[in-house]
């Protein structure tokens, strides 16, 4: 059974920054997808960046302003978002896929106040 822990979330200003953290436990071998999703009341999630293999996405709207990294234990996956927006604020969940199933973090709320 694979379980994702996140971390990280908080109310910030616009402009400033925030690091969420998850990490996956569970026996887990040659993981397919990590990377994080938002979502906001009302409206249908969204993917916020992804890493598949070598290849790293980018939602439009976050480019240039966050980052997504492996943690040295490569079940572990960072979300650095620096200059945030008041658009930014949503649930932030992990996301992983091993062997074709999708793992969903419990989610961790980001605020940015104007």
């Known amino acids: 059974q694979v379980q994702l822990v996140e971390s990280g979330g908080g109310l910030v200003q616009a402009g400033g920054s925030l690091n969420l953290s998850c990490a996956a436990s569970g026996t887990i071998f040659s993981i397919n997808v990590m990377g994080w999703y938002r979502q906001v009341p009302g409206k249908q999630r969204e993917v916020v960046a992804t890493m598949t293999g070598g290849s790293i996405n980018y939602a439009e709207p976050v480019k240039g302003r966050f980052t997504v990294s492996r943690g040295n234990a490569r079940n572990t996956v960072y979300l650095l978002m620096n200059n945030l927006k008041p658009e930014d604020t949503a649930v932030y969940y992990c996301?992983?896929?091993?062997?074709?199933?999708?793992?969903w973090g419990q989610g961790t709320q980001v605020t940015v106040s104007s």
């Open positions: 996301y992983l896929n091993y062997r074709n199933a999708p793992y």
